[in-house]
C-alpha cells in the first residue's frame, strides 16, 4: 500500500510539497527550520484548520501514531500524569484465541468491504465514461451555435461553464413524439428580424379583388351583334355577310354627302343617293347601336377594374414578400397576361359586333394568388405582434431550438440514461451487500471492544518500559502506577516527582519509550482496526551520543522490522542518526526503505528523493555554508555542528564527548563555541543560540581547534581548501 501527502500553504511550504512512499520505511533527512516539524504536525492532527490546504491519502483507515514536540508537551507537559497504555493480556488465552478470531474476522469483512468499493468505483467510473461520452456529444450544440455571429448564441446563455451542466439541462427537458416542424434556419431567421436590421413592422400585401371579374363571364361577348332584319338591305348583308364591314364604313357616308359627294365608300361609285344612304343606316337601328355602347362600357369597367387592382413595387424591401416573390411574381404575371388579352377581345369585339368572344377567366388566378398574399400577410402579422413583445418572442424561439436539440440528441441522453438505470439497479444490491458487511464489522468490532475492555492491562506498559530504561543504564527514575489508567514519575522512590524534574535527554528517552509503548499496543480499549503508521520526528535531539545507538536499534526493531505496522515515516536533522537507520544492504535498502530530504530557500520547502550516495555531498555543503561569512549566524553553527557530527560519529567512531574535552576549546574566548556545540539541543521546540554571542573568527578558530587536536588538520585542510 502506498501514501501520499501534499504540503502546501503552510508554514514554509509556500508551494505543493509531496511527499510520497510505498515502502515499509521512509527516512527523511533535512537541517533545522527547513519543514520537518510543520510536515509531522500535520500528521499529528490532520484537522487543524492551518493545514486545510494540505491533503493526504492513505492515512483515512488507519491508526495514525506520531511521536514529535507536540507529543512531549500533550502527554507529558501539560499534564503530570501519563495517559494510560492499554495492552492485551496474556493471562486469559481463551479470549485471547477469541480476539485473534474475531480480528480475522473483521480483517475478512474490511477486506470484502475494500474489495467491494473497488468493484463499485470501477462500474461508477465506467458509467462516468459513458456519460461523459454523451455530454462529449451534447457539447456539440455549444460549437454549433455560440461565438462569432451566431444569433441563437442567447438560448445557451448560462449553460456554456461546464459539458456537464448542458447536459444536466438538455436532460430534463421532455422530448415531443413528433419531430419538430421548425428547423434551426427558421429560428434564425426569426432571431435575425427581431435583432437585426430587419427589427421592424412591415405592412401587409394588399390582395387582388375579385369584383370585377364577372365581366369575362358576361353573355354579350358571346352573341353575335347584327342591324335591323326588316330592313331593305338586310338580306344582302346577311348574304353577304359584311354587316361589321358595312357598320364601319356608315361613319364615311355621312362625311360625304356632307360635302354633297355621292361617291359610295364601298364600291367608291357615284351611285350613294341620300335615299340609300338612309336605307343603310336604318339597319343599324337602336337595338344595334345600345349593344355597341353595352360593349364599350363592359370594356371601361374592365379596364377599370385591371387598373386598380394590386401591385407589388412598394413591398421590394418586404423580407416576408421577397421569400415568396418567384411566387407571388409569377401568378401576377400570368393575371396581367390574361387580363391584356381580355381588353384586346373585348376591343375585338366592338370592332366586329357580330363575330363571337370567349374571354380567360382570371378568377381562380387571383384566388391562388391571394391565397399566398394571406400566407405571407399571415407571416407579417405574427413578426409585427413578435416586434410588439420582443422579449416574449424570443423565450419563444428559445424554447423552440431546445425543443429540437432534446430531439435531435435524445439518442445520446437515452444511451445513458438507459446504463444509468442499469447502474442504479446493479447500486442497490450492492448497498445491501455493503450494507450487511457494515453491519456484521460493527457487531465483530463491539464484541472485540467488550473482549479488549475485559483484557486492558497497564501494568505490562510500566513494566516494559522500566526494563528498557535499566537496559539503558537508566536508573535515577522510573514509573509507577498512579491511579487506574493513569502512571506517574518516581525518582530514587520519591513518588512526589513529576516528569518536569527530568532533564532534557531523560525526558526524551522516557517520552519515547512511553511512544513505542503507545504504538505496540491501543490508544484506547475500544479501538478497532490493525492498520498502524508510525511517525518519528527527530527522538535524539537530545540524547547523548551513549543513547543514539539504542534508540536507532529501538526503532529498528519495533518498527522497522515489524509486521505491525503499515509504514514508518522517520525525520531527522542528523546525519549520523540518519546512517545508523538507512540499512546496509543495498537489496534490502531498495525493497523497504525510501530515503527523501526536505531542503529550503526563498521559494519555500521542497520534499525530494535522495540517494545513498547523497549525504558526502551535503557534507561539502556544509563546508561551504561554514567557509562563508555572509552566511547566518545560526547555520554556520548548525552547519559546525553537523560537520563534527558527521566526521567524528559516523566516519571515525570517536565519542562526541572525547572531542569537545580538547582544552583550548576550554578557554574563554571559545566558551560560546563550546557551549553550543556540546548542549546537544537544537531541536527540542526552539533553538537557544543567541546571536550576541556569536563570533565569526572565533567560531571558526575553535571549529579548526577540534580538527587538530584531535589529530585530523589535514582534512580540515583539504575540506576548506580554496574556501578560505
Known amino acids: 500500500m502506498s501514501y501520499k501527502i501534499t504540503m502546501n500553504g503552510v508554514a514554509s511550504y509556500l508551494t505543493p510539497a509531496i511527499l510520497q512512499s510505498e515502502k515499509k520505511v521512509t527516512l527523511i533527512y533535512g537541517l533545522n527550520g527547513t519543514g520537518k516539524s510543520t510536515l509531522s504536525n500535520y500528521l499529528y492532527d490532520f484537522t487543524d484548520n492551518k493545514f486545510h490546504t494540505c491533503s493526504n491519502e492513505g492515512f483515512a483507515d488507519a491508526h495514525v501514531y506520531v511521536y514529535n514536540s507536540r507529543f512531549v508537551r500533550e502527554n507529558f507537559y501539560e499534564i503530570d500524569k501519563l495517559s494510560g497504555i492499554f495492552t492485551l493480556s496474556k493471562v486469559n488465552k481463551e479470549i485471547e484465541q477469541e480476539i485473534e478470531t474475531k480480528t480475522k474476522t473483521f480483517n475478512q469483512f474490511e477486506a470484502e468491504q475494500k474489495a467491494l468499493d473497488i468493484v463499485i468505483s470501477k462500474k461508477d467510473a465506467e458509467l462516468l465514461e459513458k456519460k461523459a461520452a454523451a455530454e462529449e456529444e451534447i457539447w456539440k450544440i455549444k460549437t454549433k451555435y455560440s461565438g462569432g455571429d451566431r444569433v441563437l448564441e442567447y438560448c445557451l446563455k448560462g449553460l456554456m ?76 348583308i346577311k348574304k ?24 359610295c365608300p364601298f364600291c367608291q361609285a357615284e351611285t350613294l343617293s341620300h335615299a340609300v344612304a338612309i336605307t343603310i343606316k336604318n339597319y343599324f337601328d337602336a337595338t344595334f347601336e345600345s349593344s355597341i355602347n353595352s360593349l364599350k362600357e363592359l370594356l371601361n369597367s374592365y379596364s377599370i377594374f385591371v387598373e386598380n387592382q394590386a401591385n407589388f413595387d412598394n413591398n421590394q424591401e418586404n423580407p416576408f414578400y421577397i421569400e415568396r416573390k418567384v411566387e407571388i411574381d409569377a401568378l401576377h404575371g400570368q393575371l396581367v397576361a390574361i387580363w391584356k388579352a381580355n381588353i384586346e377581345a373585348i376591343m375585338r369585339k366592338i370592332k366586329a359586333p357580330s363575330l363571337p368572344v370567349t374571354l380567360t377567366l382570371s378568377k ?7 391565397l399566398v398574399i394571406d400566407a405571407v400577410n399571415k407571416s407579417i402579422d405574427s413578426h409585427n405582434t413578435k416586434i410588439e413583445s420582443k422579449d416574449t418572442a424570443l423565450t419563444d424561439i428559445k424554447n423552440e431550438f431546445w425543443k429540437i436539440c432534446r430531439w435531435e440528441y435524445n439518442s445520446s441522453i437515452e444511451i445513458y440514461n438507459s446504463h444509468a438505470e442499469e447502474r442504479n439497479k446493479e447500486r442497490a444490491e450492492e448497498q445491501k451487500s455493503k450494507t450487511k458487511i457494515q453491519t456484521d464489522r460493527t457487531e465483530i468490532a463491539t464484541s472485540l471492544a467488550e473482549l479488549q475492555r475485559k483484557t486492558v492491562n497497564i501494568d505490562e506498559a510500566v513494566d516494559t518500559i522500566n526494563s528498557r530504561l535499566a537496559d539503558l543504564g537508566i536508573d535515577s527514575f522510573s514509573i ?27 525526558k526524551t528517552v522516557i517520552s519515547f519509550l512511553y511512544f513505542v509503548e503507545l504504538c505496540k499496543g491501543k ?48 525525520l531527522t536533522h542528523s546525519l549520523y542518526f540518519f546512517y545508523e537507520l538507512t540499512e546496509i544492504k543495498e537489496d534490502r535498502r531498495h ?64 565519542p562526541l564527548a572525547n572531542v569537545y574535552q580538547q582544552p583550548k576549546l576550554k578557554e574563554a574566548k571559545h566558551q560560546a563555541f563550546y557551549r553550543f556545540m556540546n548542549r546537544e539541543s537544537h531541536s527540542v521546540g526552539q533553538n537557544l543560540f543567541d546571536h550576541k554571542e556569536f563570533d565569526y573568527a572565533r567560531f571558526k578558530e575553535a571549529f579548526k581547534i577540534v580538527f587538530d587536536e584531535t589529530g585530523f588538520p589535514e582534512h580540515y585542510k583539504a575540506m576548506a581548501k580554496g574556501k578560505e
Open 364 to 370: 381562380d388566378v387571383i384566388e391562388e394568388l391571394n
Open 480 to 506: 509507577i502506577k498512579s491511579g487506574e489508567n493513569r502512571y506517574r514519575v518516581s525518582r530514587n522512590g520519591i513518588v512526589g516527582e513529576d516528569f518536569l524534574s527530568l532533564s532534557e535527554g531523560e
Open 523 to 570: 490508544k484506547s480499549p475500544t479501538q478497532i482496526g490493525d492498520k498502524k503508521i508510525v511517525v518519528i520526528d527527530d527522538p535524539i535531539s537530545s540524547l547523548s551520543h551513549i543513547y543514539i545507538f539504542n534508540i536507532g536499534e529501538l526503532i529498528k526493531r519495533e518498527f522497522s522490522n515489524s509486521d505491525k505496522f503499515e509504514h514508518v515515516i522517520i
Open 161 to 236: 461553464k461546464s459539458k456537464g451542466g448542458l447536459f444536466d439541462y438538455l436532460s430534463t427537458l421532455s422530448v415531443v413524439n413528433e419531430p419538430p416542424t421548425k428547423k434551426i434556419e427558421v429560428l434564425r431567421k426569426e432571431v435575425e428580424a427581431l435583432q437585426g436590421s430587419q427589427a421592424k413592422s412591415y405592412q401587409k400585401l394588399s390582395k387582388m379583388a375579385v369584383a370585377g371579374a364577372n365581366v369575362e363571364n358576361d353573355v354579350i361577348l358571346e352573341r353575335p351583334i347584327i342591324g335591323n332584319q326588316d330592313s331593305p338591305v338586310a338580306d344582302l
Open 240 to 263: 353577304l355577310g359584311s354587316a361589321d364591314w358595312v357598320s364601319e364604313g356608315i361613319n364615311f357616308i355621312d362625311v360625304l354627302q356632307s360635302e354633297g359627294n355621292e361617291t
Open 591 to 654: 525493497e523497504r526503505q525510501k530515503l527523501m530530504r526536505i531542503t529550503k530557500n526563498s521559494s519555500g520547502s521542497k520534499i525530494v528523493d535522495m540517494k545513498y550516495e547523497e549525504v558526502q555531498n551535503d557534507y561539502q555543503a556544509y563546508w561551504n555554508v561554514i567557509m562563508d561569512e555572509g552566511q547566518h549566524p545560526a547555520l554556520i553553527a548548525n552547519c559546525m555542528r553537523n560537520v563534527i557530527e558527521y566526521f567524528f560519529s559516523f566516519v571515525r567512531k570517536m
